[in-house]
T-cell receptor, first 114, second 110 residues
Framework: SAVISQKPSRDICQRGTSLTIQCQVD?????MFWYRQQPGQSLTLIAT?????????ESGFVIDKFPISRPNLTFSTLTVSNMSPEDSSIYLC???????????FGQGTRLTVV | AQRVTQPEKLLSVFKGAPVELKCNYS??????LFWYVQYSRQRLQLLLR??SRESIKGFTADLNKGETSFHLKKPFAQEEDSAMYYC????????????FGKGTRLSVIA
C-alpha cells in the first residue's frame, strides 16, 4: 500500500492569490497524478507528474495556471495560481504502484476562493 | 478515448433490498476496471477491482466485455453502505491515471 499525506487539508483564499498543495508519499513512486473534484462533480485529471521531467497536462489545464513540481520520488506540489472562485474544488493527489495494483489517494485539499 | 458512464446520480434503496450500481465504459483496448467508494468525510478508497474477482463488504462486480459493463451489486443493502460510489477505468499498465465516472450516491434507508 501507499500512505499519502496532503496539505493543507483545506484553505480559504482570496481571489488573485496562489496556493501550493503538497503531496508526500511514504514510499518511492514513479508517477503521481493530480485530480480536481469540483462541487457535485467527479474527479478530473489535471496532470501526471513524473520525476525528472515536466508534468503532462490534460486538455483544459495549463502549466501557467497549475504549475507542478516533482523534485523526488516521494513528493510533489501543485500550485493553483491567480485563483478565482471557479477554482473552488477539492484537489487530490494519487499514486499507482504498478500493474494490477490499486491507486491510492490523499485525503484531498478543499479549496474555497472568495 | 476512455469514458466511464454511471447513469444514476442517486440511488435510494431500503435496508435489506438488493443494490445494483450501473457502470458502462468505452475503451478500445484492454481496461482495468475499479469501484472506489467515498464515505462521508473520508478519503476515496478502493472497493473492488475486476482483476481480483473478490467480494468486499458483500459487494461484487463482474466485467462484461460484451456489454462493456462493470455493474456493482450487493444482495442485501446495509445502512453503512450509504456513500458515494465511483466506477473507474485505467489503461492496462498500472502507472496510468484513472478515468472516473460521475459517481452514484447510494442512500440506504432504514
Amino acid at each position: 500500500s501507499a500512505v499519502i499525506s496532503q496539505k493543507p487539508s483545506r484553505d480559504i483564499c482570496q481571489r488573485g492569490t496562489s496556493l501550493t498543495i503538497q503531496c508526500q508519499v511514504d514510499s518511492q513512486v514513479t508517477m503521481m497524478f493530480w485530480y480536481r473534484q469540483q462541487p457535485g462533480q467527479s474527479l478530473t485529471l489535471i496532470a501526471t507528474a513524473n520525476q525528472g521531467s515536466e508534468a503532462t497536462y490534460e486538455s483544459g489545464f495549463v502549466i501557467d495556471k497549475f504549475p507542478i513540481s516533482r523534485p523526488n520520488l516521494t513528493f510533489s506540489t501543485l500550485t493553483v495560481s491567480n485563483m478565482s472562485p471557479e477554482d473552488s474544488s477539492i484537489y487530490l493527489c494519487s499514486v499507482g504502484r504498478g500493474v494490477d495494483t490499486e491507486a491510492f489517494f490523499g485525503q484531498g485539499t478543499r479549496l474555497t476562493v472568495v | 478515448a476512455q469514458r466511464v458512464t454511471q447513469p444514476e446520480k442517486l440511488l435510494s434503496v431500503f435496508k435489506g433490498a438488493p443494490v445494483e450500481l450501473k457502470c458502462n465504459y468505452s475503451y478500445s483496448g484492454s481496461p482495468e476496471l475499479f469501484w472506489y467508494v467515498q464515505y462521508s468525510r473520508q478519503r476515496l478508497q478502493l472497493l473492488l477491482r475486476h482483476i481480483s474477482r473478490e467480494s468486499i463488504k458483500g459487494f461484487t462486480a463482474d466485467l462484461n466485455k460484451g456489454e462493456t459493463s462493470f455493474h456493482l451489486k450487493k444482495p442485501f443493502a446495509q445502512e453503512e453502505d450509504s456513500a458515494m460510489y465511483y466506477c473507474a477505468l485505467r489503461r492496462a499498465g498500472g502507472n496510468t491515471p484513472l478515468v472516473f465516472g460521475k459517481g452514484t450516491r447510494l442512500s440506504v434507508i432504514a
